[in-house]
């Protein structure tokens, strides 16, 4: 069918071919290592919980109404739980404010959620509370924890009952 000529002629460009394939498939899994093993980043977080109209007690509080999440992963969240009363006289809504982040450029990596839905509540009523802290998956986050030497950080986190 080929001609000798004919397939050595083909051999050459079939293994560039193959040889750049090899280079670029060998070059992504460096690549994916490299970018996976950056993004397991772990930071070590703390919480200030300030409580006005309430009162917190159980599950993840600790002494001065502080939080401590641990370790956090890059892309990956932690959950606080604890229980919550009002101690106002009158039916109240719940609001939270996220504040005093150290350091302070670290706030855009995070969201803070909570699972209270805007339930009025009764004095003396209590409450079961899940406040979830998500780290952002950035390349964005890695770049500026190394360049800033973070290894920790802290924030303040403000649960007020106001009058429904």
Request: hydrophobic share 50%; charged share 15%; with cysteine.
């Amino acid at each position: 069918m080929f001609s000798q000529q004919n397939r050595s002629s083909l051999q050459k460009p079939l293994a560039l071919a193959f040889t750049l394939v090899l280079v670029c498939l060998i070059s992504a899994a460096l690549i994916t290592i490299a970018v996976s093993t950056s993004m397991d980043a772990i930071i070590q977080n703390s919480g200030r919980i300030t409580l006005v109209g309430l009162e917190a007690y159980g599950g993840d509080i600790g002494s001065a109404n502080s939080i401590a999440l641990g370790e956090i992963l890059l892309g990956s969240s932690k959950d606080v739980s604890f229980y919550m009363r009002s101690i106002s006289n009158v039916p109240t809504i719940l609001e939270f404010s996220v504040t005093d982040w150290k350091p302070d450029g670290i706030k855009q990596f995070f969201l803070i959620s909570w699972n209270y839905n805007g339930k009025v509540v009764a004095p003396n009523e209590e409450l079961f509370v899940r406040i979830t802290l998500n780290a952002v998956p950035s390349f964005e986050f890695v770049d500026y924890l190394i360049s800033n030497q973070i290894a920790s950080f802290s924030f303040d986190l403000s649960i007020y009952a106001v009058e429904a």
